[in-house]
C-alpha cells in the first residue's frame, strides 16, 4: 500500500510522514530525495528557488519502491500527483499557517504562494476525483497526534474528511486576526 502525504509548506508534512513510518513499521520514501539523488529536474525556477520536478520519472522511481516494499508512506508538496492508494492532505488554518511560514522562509514569493494555495484548498481541489483522500487539519495538534489519525485512517477506523475543511467560511476571522 502507498499512502501519500501532502500539504503545502508548513503544515507538518515531514515531522508527521516520519512518525508515522516508524509507528507503522514502514518505509518512508521521500521524493524530493530520488528526485535530487537522481537528479529527476526538468529544470529551475529562480523566482520561487525550487527545482521543477520530472512528475513522470519520479512516478516509476515510487513504483520501483513499492515492489521493494510492502507498504511505503510517501511525503511531499507534491505526493498527491504520485502513485497512491490513499492521499492524506494536511491543512492549517491559514492565519496560523502564514506565522509558521514567515519563521521558516524569507522570500515573500514562496509564503504567499502557500499562503494562498492553503485558503483555497488548492492541493485537494488537485486531487484526481478517482482517489481516496482525507483531510486533517493540523492547526492545533502535534505531528504525534496527526500521525495517530492517518493511522486511524489506514486501519479503517475513521470518517472521511473530504471536503470538510473550508477555510473561505473563515476568511472575515482570519482577516481580523491580521487587525
Known sequence: MIV???GVAGTGKTETARILAKRMKWKLVRPDDIAKKKKLYLGYDRKRKSWIVNLEKLKKEI???EKENKNIIIESLYSHFLPADLIIVLRTKPNVLLKRLKKKYKWETKITENYEAELMGLISVE???NKKFYEIDTTNSTSQQTAKKIENIIKGKAKN???KIEWLKCLPIILRSFS
Open 4 to 6: 501519500a502525504i501532502s
Open 63 to 65: 513504483k520501483k519502491s
Open 127 to 129: 486531487i484526481p476525483k
Open 161 to 163: 474528511h473530504l471536503g
